[in-house]
Each structure stands twice: as structure tokens, then as C-alpha cells.
């Protein structure tokens, strides 16, 4: 799931002239009217009567628009009188059905809500009243924020903005792992404990440089991308795992690499399409395993799992 923040703009009632009032005062996403506390919110804006008196209205706008990404049925829920996340999620999904139809009927929507669309409105009401908001912000060396850095938790994925900043509701209590990754810079990979704190702030610093090529994978990272590489028997090196994933009818053999590297978040398989002439053994089954001696392969025992877990070798 990748979140993208709303601008405050998208909350229904905040034209151009409020709009500009909440960026004057550092508010520019409806999300901040969530990791803001209400109180400093009142405090900033209690001599704008146009915001004060509306700002508890705005903040359930931007509670629920989490869940429905959409600026008129987010209206529609909260003129209907539900409340937040809590009574979103209990509600019968035909009763949020027939919201949109009264709204239609008012001729504050165009677009019907189709039942599965309010079924999954729902489990993101669900999951983000029972969870963590984890939000916060990615600087260089310098203190100067770090745009378009990609930030991963879990299946959960943010870009932050010019600012910075990211914000990632729905994550689960306990021990999550977290990597940052920004062009230019090194990644940072921590693990987290998250306990039943509504909001979750965190400041990232990210040194400039790249990552070290792991010669062999011991563990996977969210947000990894994988990619194979076909390779020819002349970029083979003596030493090098293979085992086997397919059997051709002309008698060449599918190889695809035991180990694998890794340069930033990119790992790389080796695939091979080998003649049977410089394969060592004549009796192959689909998984076996071989290394290459120089000049053919040679069959090896042991699994897949196995050949795999071996000592990492590190390689500037």
C-alpha cells in the first residue's frame, strides 16, 4: 500500500481564502490536522473565527479521508453524522451506500458507492482506529530535508515530500522494520517498537554515499525490487552455484544462480541457458545443483537453502 499526502485544499469548505490562512501557519496537508494536537490547532487559530469554529469539523473531514481518498464522499460521511474511524467501521456497509444515494439525491454527488468500495472503506477505518500513525520527517547531514525518499514499513510505502516529510497510517503494534532510501545517499534499515501510541514521530539522517554490494542474500529488505540477468558461460567465474529450474527438449538446461547480490535495494539473479556438453552429469532433475569449475559444471550436494546459507563475503 503506498499513501500520499492530501493537500489541506481537499477538506470540502476550504477554498482559496482558507486554504491560504492554515499554509501561513505551516499547515499544508489535511494529515496535519491529525498529528497536530487539537489544542495547539485551537491556540493557533483562535483569532480566525472561520477556522476555530469549524477546525473539529475539519479534523473528522480529515480522519475519514484517510480511508476514502475522496473530498465529497468524505463530506457526505461526516454531514451524515458519523463521528470518526470508530463509527465508519461499524456501520452496515449498505448504510454507507445509502449515504451517497441521500447525497446524490441533494446533488452534493455525482458517483454512486458501489457495495465492495464501502466494504474497503471500512477495513482501512478499522485498521487505522486500531493502529499506529507513524509520521515524520528525513534530513541530510546538513538538516536540510531529503524530497522523494522512499520510506517502507512492512507492505506500507511513503515518498516523501519537498519537505521532507512522510506519514504512514494502519501500522501494527509490536517490532517493525523500517528502511529509508534516497538517491545519493545510504540506506537506513532499523527495527522499531511500536506500542498503542495514536501518532508515532520519528527524524531520520541520511549520509550521503552508496550501499555496499552483498555478494550473497540473507535477507530481504521491503521494498527490494528483484530483477534477472541472463549471463553467457564466458562471464562464468570458477566457483560459481547454479541449480537447475527448467529442462529443454534440445537437451539445454535452465540455470538459475544459488547466490544472489545485491546493490541498493536491486537483487539480482543470474539465469543461464546452459548446452548439456558442459554440464558434468547425465542423469538432471529439476533442481539440482551445480558449480561451474572453469570449464564445466559440476554436480554438488546439498539444497538450495542450504548453498544459499552460507558466510556473506562483502564487496565495496
Known amino acids: 500500500m503506498t499513501y500520499n499526502f492530501h493537500p489541506i485544499s481537499t477538506i470540502e469548505g476550504i477554498g482559496?481564502?482558507?486554504?491560504?490562512?492554515?499554509?501561513?501557519k505551516g499547515i499544508r496537508y489535511t494529515e496535519d490536522l491529525i498529528t497536530v494536537p487539537f489544542r495547539n490547532l485551537q491556540q493557533t487559530f483562535k483569532d480566525n473565527s472561520l477556522i476555530f469554529n469549524k477546525l473539529n469539523?475539519?479534523?473528522?473531514?480529515?480522519?475519514?479521508?484517510?480511508?476514502?481518498?475522496?473530498?465529497?464522499?468524505?463530506?457526505?460521511?461526516?454531514?451524515?453524522?458519523?463521528?470518526?474511524?470508530a463509527e465508519l467501521g461499524w456501520k452496515k456497509p449498505e448504510r454507507l451506500v445509502q449515504i451517497v444515494e441521500e447525497s446524490k439525491e441533494k446533488r452534493l454527488l455525482k458517483d454512486s458507492l458501489d457495495l465492495l468500495k464501502a466494504v474497503e472503506?471500512?477495513?482501512?477505518?478499522?485498521?487505522?482506529?486500531?493502529?499506529?500513525?507513524?509520521?515524520?520527517?528525513?534530513?541530510?547531514?546538513?538538516?536540510?530535508?531529503?524530497?522523494?525518499?522512499?520510506?517502507?514499513i512492512n507492505n506500507k510505502?511513503?515518498?516523501?515530500?519537498?519537505?521532507?516529510?512522510?506519514?504512514i497510517p494502519g501500522i501494527q503494534y509490536g517490532k517493525r522494520k523500517i528502511v529509508i532510501r534516497a538517491e545519493g545517499?545510504?540506506?537506513?534499515?532499523?527495527?522499531?517498537?511500536?506500542?498503542?501510541?495514536?501518532t508515532v514521530t520519528y527524524t531520520f539522517t541520511l549520509l550521503e554515499g552508496t550501499n555496499k554490494v552483498n555478494k550473497l542474500i540473507h535477507t530481504i529488505n521491503p521494498g527490494d525490487k528483484f530483477v534477472t540477468k541472463k549471463?553467457?558461460?564466458?562471464?562464468?567465474?570458477?566457483?560459481?552455484?547454479?541449480?537447475?529450474?527448467?529442462?529443454?527438449?534440445?537437451?539445454?538446461?535452465?540455470?538459475?544462480?544459488?547466490?544472489?547480490?545485491?546493490?541498493?535495494?536491486?537483487?539480482?539473479?543470474?539465469?543461464?541457458?546452459?548446452?548439456?556438453?558442459?554440464?558434468?552429469?547425465?542423469?538432471?532433475?529439476?533442481?539440482?545443483?551445480?558449480e561451474w569449475t572453469g570449464k564445466t559444471f559440476k554436480k554438488i550436494s546439498g539444497s538450495l537453502i542450504k548453498l544459499r546459507l552460507l558466510t556473506p563475503k562483502i564487496i565495496n
Not at 131 to 140: E, H, Q, S
Not at 257 to 285: F, M, N, R
Open 157 to 167: 510505502h511513503f515518498v516523501t515530500d519537498d519537505q521532507g516529510q512522510f506519514y
Open 16 to 24: 482559496t481564502n482558507l486554504e491560504q490562512c492554515f499554509l501561513n
Open 57 to 85: 469539523e475539519f479534523k473528522k473531514c480529515a480522519i475519514i479521508l484517510q480511508t476514502t481518498n475522496d473530498k465529497q464522499l468524505t463530506e457526505s460521511f461526516v454531514k451524515s453524522g458519523i463521528q470518526g474511524l
Open 231 to 290: 549471463i553467457e558461460p564466458s562471464d562464468l567465474n570458477a566457483g560459481d552455484k547454479f541449480y537447475v529450474n527448467y529442462l529443454y527438449k534440445n537437451s539445454s538446461i535452465g540455470l538459475l544462480s544459488v547466490h544472489q547480490t545485491k546493490e541498493d535495494y536491486i537483487i539480482t539473479t543470474q539465469k543461464l541457458v546452459a548446452p548439456s556438453t558442459i554440464i558434468d552429469d547425465s542423469s538432471i532433475q529439476l533442481k539440482d545443483s551445480f
Open 185 to 198: 545517499f545510504k540506506s537506513v534499515n532499523i527495527t522499531k517498537e511500536f506500542t498503542p501510541d495514536r
Open 121 to 152: 472503506i471500512q477495513k482501512y477505518a478499522i485498521e487505522f482506529k486500531n493502529t499506529t500513525i507513524f509520521y515524520g520527517k528525513v534530513f541530510n547531514k546538513s538538516k536540510e530535508p531529503v524530497a522523494n525518499a522512499e520510506v517502507y
